[in-house]
């Protein structure tokens, strides 16, 4: 059962994803509209997303959340410790900002009340040092979101990223836990 919410936004809960919500993180892994930012072209099917649910969202290393709209789930947000591995992420104190929303619950500000409680959750619960955060630069919703909630663009690889035909360039945003505090 959900319980109690795990973070309480403005608009939005997080709460961790139990079994029960296996079915809607596959839809989500599924939307065309969700798995384009992702560069994903794999279909997750329902052993794939019960191993996805053994091998990540109940991975301690990292943090996995169900962004909620009253109890229903609409998304999900993550920090994550994959690009430096679990011991820089203990010496250095940076993770991996993620967050996808369902197509119907995308632009309505869902997505910064999310990531603006997990970067407050990382920095004063974890005591992360830095999240960094990769963005297509296609995405013009991801770019605004970090923009307007302070992280700076470190660093653009030129066309690291193809999908469908296109290659495309990807960037690197980062925030500072004394940033963060201004
Ligand atoms: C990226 C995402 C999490 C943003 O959440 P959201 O709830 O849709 O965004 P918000 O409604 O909070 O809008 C945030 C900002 O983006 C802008 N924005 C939203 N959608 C936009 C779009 N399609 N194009 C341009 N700007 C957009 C808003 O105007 C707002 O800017 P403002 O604060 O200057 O007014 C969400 O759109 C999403 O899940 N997209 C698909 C998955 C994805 O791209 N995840 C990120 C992977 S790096």
């Not at 998304?75 to 104190?93: C, I, K, N, Q, V």
Request: with cysteine; glycine share 8%; charged share 25%.
């Amino acid at each position: 059962m959900p319980g109690p919410p795990f973070l309480e936004g403005t608009s939005i809960t997080l709460r961790p994803p139990h079994r029960d919500d296996i079915a809607f993180v596959q839809r989500l892994w599924n939307e065309p509209a969700v798995r384009r930012s992702a560069l994903s072209a794999v279909p997750m099917n329902d052993r794939q997303a019960d191993w996805y649910y053994e091998n990540h969202l109940s991975s301690t290393d990292n943090i996995y959340l169900l962004v909620c709209e009253e109890s229903t789930p609409i998304g999900m947000t993550s920090l994550t410790a994959y690009e430096y591995g679990p011991d820089a992420t203990t010496t250095a104190r940076c993770m991996e900002l993620s967050t996808y929303l369902a197509p119907e619950h995308q632009g309505q500000g869902f997505g910064t009340d999310a990531i603006e409680t997990m970067v407050e959750y990382g920095f004063v619960e974890r005591n992360l040092r830095r999240v960094t955060a990769r963005v297509g630069d296609f995405n013009a919703a991801s770019k605004a979101v970090l923009e307007s909630l302070g992280f700076a663009r470190e660093g653009t690889l030129r066309e690291e990223m193809w999908y469908r035909g296109e290659y495309y360039d990807k960037h690197w945003y980062g925030l500072l836990r004394e940033e963060w505090e201004r």
